[in-house]
T-cell receptor, first 115, second 114 residues
Framework: GESVGLHLPTLSVQEGDNSIINCAYSNSASDYFIWYKQESGKGPQFIIDIRSNMDKRQGQRVTVLLNKTVKHLSLQIAATQPGDSAVYFCAENIAGGTSYGKLTFGQGTILTVHP | GAGVSQSPSNKVTEKGKDVELRCDPISGHTALYWYRQSLGQGLEFLIYFQGNSAPDKSGLPSDRFSAERTGGSVSTLTIQRTQQEDSAVYLC????????????FGSGTQLSVL
């Protein structure tokens, strides 16, 4: 698995600030990437996705950037709100062989937004 | 239903007992996945079902774990002779086609093995 221990990276911001959450992926063959948000006691909720033929994609208040050269993914949240407080996971789809939605998840980042 | 439904939401069992966890995927979704999430960690792939194809069981941690999907819809994950290290949240997800697309997750079953 992708787990590296109990100490998840944390990001603490003030309400209204912009947040940037980073993720490094390991497999250069990955061609599909997703960001999920997980609130306490709930399953992961889809935020935004991007395919490897793009380097940027924007949604409502969120932007995902993909840098394939250094295998780095980031999620930018504009005007962060207290309701954005959650654990954020990046996930990658390992292509090759049978291409299907078997996602490999990163360890997660805890975002805390202070009013 | 509107989303992926899992039951029970919480399960407490004694070491050595068998447990069954249920997942109702979104209607019409052909692909179904089970993941496990230990406390404070990411999601670990367990098993994947796609239509009538043989399931991908490559993530099951031991032969005590098994899963089936009846009629291409409901799935049951069974853990035999549970151990304390099996304690985790078991998450089910489904997707329309299972071909490099986003997964829709249920709220999970919190399993506690005493």
């Amino acid at each position: 698995g992708e787990s590296v221990g109990l100490h998840l990276p944390t990001l603490s911001v003030q309400e209204g600030d912009n947040s940037i959450i980073n993720c490094a992926y390991s497999n250069s063959a990955s061609d599909y990437f997703i960001w999920y948000k997980q609130e306490s006691g709930k399953g992961p909720q889809f935020i935004i996705d991007i395919r490897s033929n793009m380097d940027k994609r924007q949604g409502q208040r969120v932007t995902v950037l993909l840098n394939k050269t250094v295998k780095h993914l980031s999620l930018q949240i504009a005007a962060t709100q207290p309701g954005d407080s959650a654990v954020y996971f990046c996930a990658e789809n390992i292509a090759g062989g049978t291409s299907y939605g078997k996602l490999t998840f990163g360890q997660g980042t805890i975002l805390t937004v202070h009013p | 239903g509107a989303g992926v439904s899992q039951s029970p939401s919480n399960k407490v069992t004694e070491k050595g007992k068998d447990v069954e966890l249920r997942c109702d995927p979104i209607s019409g979704h052909t692909a179904l996945y089970w993941y496990r999430q230990s406390l404070g960690q990411g999601l670990e792939f367990l098993i994947y079902f796609q239509g009538n194809s043989a399931p991908d069981k490559s993530g099951l941690p031991s032969d005590r774990f098994s899963a089936e999907r009846t009629g291409g819809s409901v799935s049951t994950l069974t853990i035999q002779r549970t151990q304390q290290e099996d304690s985790a949240v078991y998450l089910c997800a489904s997707s329309p086609q299972g071909l490099g697309e986003k997964l829709f997750f249920g709220s999970g079953t919190q399993l506690s093995v005493l």
